[in-house]
């Protein structure tokens, strides 16, 4: 089992910036995907970003260009830093893991809030 501890979140105007971090209980450095999620009240989670085992990344249209999700192996860490914040970035941002003949490992989730 990995746990996973998402901080970073907060209050932030429209144009901020932020980094998300997820801490992992366990070493990432094998594990298939890294991925952040997110949900706003009354719709469904979604995917933001994904970094696989690879090191390739897959971006939500949304967030191209403004996000971008990457790894420190040595700190079991995942961040995502996001630029240029709009109101409809508002939402529960989720760490997920998931390997490969395993379950997914989900965190609790930090709340990011975009507003004026």
């Not at 090191?55 to 630029?83: E, H, P």
Request: aromatic share 10%.
């Amino acid at each position: 089992q990995v746990q996973l501890v998402e901080s970073g979140g907060g209050l932030v105007q429209p144009g901020g910036s932020l980094r998300l971090s997820c801490a992992a209980s366990k070493s990432i450095f094998s594990i298939y995907l890294m991925g952040w999620y997110r949900q706003a009240p009354g719709k469904q989670r979604e995917l933001v970003a994904a970094i696989f085992s690879s090191g390739s990344t897959n971006y939500a249209d949304a967030v191209k260009g403004r996000f971008t999700i990457s790894r420190d192996n040595a700190k079991n860490t995942v961040y995502l830093q996001m630029n240029n914040l709009k109101a409809e970035d508002t939402a529960v941002y989720y760490c997920k893991s998931h390997q490969v003949g395993a379950g997914d490992s989900w965190g609790q989730g930090t709340q990011v809030t975009v507003s004026s």
